[in-house]
């Protein structure tokens, strides 16, 4: 209590000073004529209390007393309560009225209880513009404990997300309208939740600006290369932003601008070349909103072009080159196109849709194309010298074609020794193939099954029906010649199951056995002594050059081997009785290099053959014949000749022995042909303990 009077004390010398009456006591009574209340902001307007019986009477706000002013203060009227009060803190204040008499007692009121709310400042941006229906606002709250709400005046064809309705209630939140191109007021309210009072209101003013539209027209060229316009739809936007490739790609030729600086019209082209190019547009209006991307593809026309119907290129040399062309290409309607032979050479037949020129040589010849558009192109004819040559056919056996990839065929060229394979392929259906040669001149053909074929008993066989090269037929091809041809494959010659096996090895240059030189795929061949066509079994070399045959019954063979191109000088004799007989080291030895003697295959270890050797030279002629052959032969010296021709049974037809005793060519004419049926037959000559065989066909 006495800290009270203190404070009342203290407050009656700061407020204002009432005047004092001295007398005796009197009845006082102080009693509040306002109720407890709040207000919106520092100052509230009508406190009132009335004081009976006092001399003096004033207000004390017993929360904040040193900050709250009181403004109705008169010394003329000291018992007057009616006041006025502002004070400097928020929230709640405790008010008594005090009175007191003529000998300083005092008398104190009930108490007074106001609540002070702070006004709310709510902030959003005062305008802005949408590019659209939608706007995203944002606002700001003053005061942590208010709430808020959106809202608007003109709230007809307005809604906010955060709702659905014409009320907003997220602080972030989207207002969209219906119809743009229109302003709108849109209110941000922030106020107390528990008394819904003391509700400030701001607002901010959205233009809903309309959306440019970026499409735009396009009108191509009817010629590659031309000029492309494009235009864009609407033409009064403020900026257009065009894409029309990379730079270097296009050239600008004209452009078109508005009042407003936009460029709206382009005439372009392209210069690289290619066959389309994307164009993209972005526009702006002057709300400063822009239009989604537009894109749209320019497509070139494709050049004027020959389309080549035929071409034929010449012989080196020679001017038999020709061509037949028509024009193409460019935009529709693809109709007939202009063709012009602009070199004077060749003779030139123009057809309605074509022409076509002959008698050309190697070269580079330009030809005119313009069409329906009158766009014109230039385009070259290319003629360059042409060996080519064709040869097709097909494999037989016995008649019947093999089946498809059962076999393959090699081409090759008697000019390029040592198998040197110009061409092979797999034969197709029906045993069908076509080889090719950039080379003209003398070809052989040798057909060989594939691993695994279906066909064990069929030989390497090289045209015409021979299984050594240098026997095989050669046909001579000139400059684009073609050639089809039926290339009958050999069988094996049917033979016993025996016990006697030969191996040996096959290698470059030397006698002895050189295992770093082997050669691999070296065809080997066991046939009958007295008749090299008859084949009995046939292997090749693996990859170190070896060979091995075995079952071979008790008789008389001569083994040879082939290589392409490869002449086979000696071959081997030998015999397998009827008890096992094994057989090695019967090689061959392949010079290529001159190094042993001379070129060619040569057999070595066991018992060979010499076919052809220095110091000795035979041909012979006619081959094929009908009535007679002629032989003529010369040795470096005078020996002992045996001369036989052996039909394809061994059958000797005839034999002459005797000395040759001339070192100069010797003719001999054997008349014995004209009474022997057509086929095959063999001339045996042998001297010196060497003997040379050469295959004579008779014809009728």
Same mark, same amino acid.
């Given at each position: ?38 207000? &919106? %902001? ?16 004033? =207000? ?29 803190? =928020? ?39 949408? &590019? ?6 944002? #606002? ?35 207002? &969209? ?8 007021? /849109? ?10 009072? &003391? ?45 029309? #490739? ?29 066959? =389309? ?77 074509? *022409? ?12 005119? /194309? ?13 003629? $360059? ?112 199951? #025996?016990?006697?096996?030969? $191996? ?14 082997? *050669? ?42 082939? *290589?392409? %191109? ?48 220095? #110091? ?24 002992? /000749? ?36 057509? %086929? ?21």
């Amino acid at each position: 209590m006495k800290k009270l009077l203190f404070t009342l004390l203290v407050l009656i010398s700061i407020t204002c000073i009432s005047q004092t009456h001295h007398g005796t006591n009197k009845e006082v009574s102080v009693t509040l004529t306002t109720w407890d209340d709040w207000v &919106c %902001g520092p100052k509230y307007f009508a406190i009132d209390a009335s004081a009976i019986g006092a001399d003096t009477a004033y =207000w004390v706000d017993l929360t904040d007393p040193v900050g709250t002013t009181f403004y109705s203060c008169n010394p003329a009227d000291p018992t007057n309560l009616h006041d006025s009060v502002h004070v400097t803190t =928020w929230g709640y204040h405790q008010f008594i009225a005090v009175a007191e008499d003529n000998i300083g007692t005092l008398y104190f009121s009930d108490t007074l209880t106001i609540k002070f709310y702070k006004w709310p400042e709510p902030y959003v941006q005062s305008n802005d513009t949408a &590019c659209g229906n939608c706007y995203a606002l944002e #606002g700001t709250l003053s005061i942590d404990t208010t709430v808020f709400v959106w809202s608007s005046l003109s709230p007809s064809g307005l809604t906010f997300s955060s709702t659905g309705s014409i009320i907003g209630t997220n602080l972030i939140d989207t207002v &969209c309208v219906t119809i743009i191109d229109t302003s709108r007021y /849109i209110n941000f309210t922030e106020y107390y939740p528990y008394c819904n009072c &003391c509700a400030v209101q701001t607002s901010i003013l959205i233009k809903f600006a309309p959306i440019p539209y970026g499409q735009y027209y396009l009108t191509s060229s009817n010629c590659t290369g031309g000029i492309h316009s494009i235009e864009a739809n609407i033409q009064t936007y403020t900026n257009y932003n065009w894409t029309f #490739g990379e730079e270097g790609e296009y050239e600008i030729d004209t452009f078109l601008q508005n009042a407003f600086g936009g460029n709206y019209a382009y005439d372009i082209h392209y210069l690289d070349g290619a066959p =389309w190019h994307l164009v993209d547009v972005v526009a702006t209006n002057q709300y400063l909103c822009n239009s989604s991307i537009y894109r749209d593809t320019v497509y070139e026309v494709p050049l004027n072009y020959l389309d080549i119907l035929s071409l034929s290129n010449p012989c080196p040399g020679l001017s038999n080159g020709e061509v037949m062309f028509a024009g193409n290409g460019g935009s529709s309607p693809f109709m007939h196109h202009e063709l012009n032979w602009l070199s004077g050479m060749g003779d030139v037949t123009i057809y309605e849709d074509s *022409i076509h020129v002959t008698n050309l040589p190697e070269g580079e010849y330009l030809v005119e /194309i313009t069409d329906f558009y009158d766009c014109v192109a230039v385009d070259t004819v290319f003629l $360059s010298d042409d060996n080519h040559v064709t040869i097709t056919g097909n494999v037989e056996n016995s008649g019947v074609p093999l089946d498809e990839s059962e076999a393959f065929v090699e081409l090759f060229h008697t000019e390029y020794p040592n198998g040197h394979v110009i061409d092979s392929c797999l034969i197709t259906t029906g045993g069908f193939f076509t080889l090719n040669s950039i080379f003209t001149g003398d070809f052989y053909i040798r057909a060989s099954l594939t691993a695994g074929s279906i066909y064990p008993e069929i030989l390497p066989t090289y045209y015409s029906d021979e299984f050594l090269w240098q026997n095989a037929d050669t046909f001579h091809l000139t400059c684009q010649e073609e050639m089809n041809i039926i290339l009958e494959m050999k069988d094996l010659f049917p033979i016993s199951t #025996g016990t006697g096996t030969i $191996s040996g090895k096959v290698y470059y240059d030397f006698f002895e056995k050189d295992e770093t030189n082997p *050669i691999s795929n070296v065809n080997i061949f066991l046939t009958k002594q007295s008749n090299i066509d008859e084949v009995y079994k046939h292997t090749f070399t693996n990859d170190t050059g070896y060979y091995l045959i075995q079952e071979i019954p008790s008789g008389e063979y001569s083994l040879l081997a082939d *290589i392409p %191109g490869i002449p086979l000088i000696s071959f081997h004799e030998f015999s397998i009785s009827s008890a096992d007989t094994l057989l090695e080291d019967y090689n061959f030895i392949v010079d290529t290099s001159g190094s042993v003697k001379r070129y060619g295959i040569y057999a070595s270890g066991g018992n060979f053959i010499l076919e052809n050797n220095e #110091g000795f030279s035979i041909s012979t002629y006619p081959n094929p014949t009908s009535d007679f052959l002629v032989i003529e032969y010369k040795t470096e010296k005078p020996l002992q /000749i045996s001369i036989s021709i052996i039909d394809g049974n061994g059958k000797i037809i005839i034999q002459q022995n005797g000395e040759n005793n001339s070192t100069d060519i010797q003719k001999l004419k054997l008349d014995v042909f004209s009474d022997l049926p057509s %086929g095959i037959y063999y001339l045996t000559f042998r001297y010196d303990n060497n003997v040379f065989i050469k295959k004579i066909v008779k014809e009728k």
